[in-house]
């Protein structure tokens, strides 16, 4: 969906009534190409196990593995690009940190262009499984030395 009209695109012949109505069927046929965008990522996202390994010049690469269980919302962003937010866990290792946490879909931070969905391996469940088990067993290890 554009977010400007190119009054170029339309015949200068036109009347007022009959450019209305031109934009009208323009808009029309915009809302129906995103929704059909927005249904294809959310058949193709929901309810799927993906990871990627995101580098940082500072702090080094970053393991994150997600569960994204049902996208909840989206919206476009101030370059008119869709985004979207979902319900779901994701679980991260770098050297400085292990976290995880689930999603919370009123956070930015935790939104997704289907560009960045489609840069994400898939994984299957019993490998988001075994980084879930090394995050318990990581922060066992981590509980014990504090306690020492």
């Known amino acids: ?6 009054l170029e695109d339309f015949d200068a012949n036109l009347t007022v009534a009959q450019l209305k109505e031109a934009l009208s069927q323009e808009e029309a046929v915009n809302k ?3 929704k059909k965008e927005i249904e294809d990522v959310k058949s193709e996202f929901e309810n799927i196990y993906l990871k990627e390994i995101k580098k940082c010049p500072v702090f080094g690469e970053t393991l994150n593995a997600y569960y994204l269980k049902k996208c909840v919302r989206n919206e476009r962003t101030t370059e008119w ?6 319900k779901g866990e994701k679980v ?4 400085r940190n292990i976290n995880k946490r689930d999603f919370n879909p009123d956070r930015s931070g935790e939104s997704f262009s289907e560009k960045d969905l489609r840069k994400m391996s898939v994984i299957t ?3 988001y499984d075994k980084y879930i088990w090394h995050y318990n067993e990581i922060s066992k290890q ?3 030395l504090i306690k020492l």
């Open 1 to 6: 969906m554009r977010k400007y009209i190119d």
């Open 32 to 34: 129906l190409k995103e």
């Open 81 to 86: 690009s869709l985004i979207y937010y979902f």
């Open 92 to 95: 991260s290792f770098s050297k």
């Open 125 to 127: 469940k019993e490998e």
């Open 142 to 144: 981590l509980k014990n």
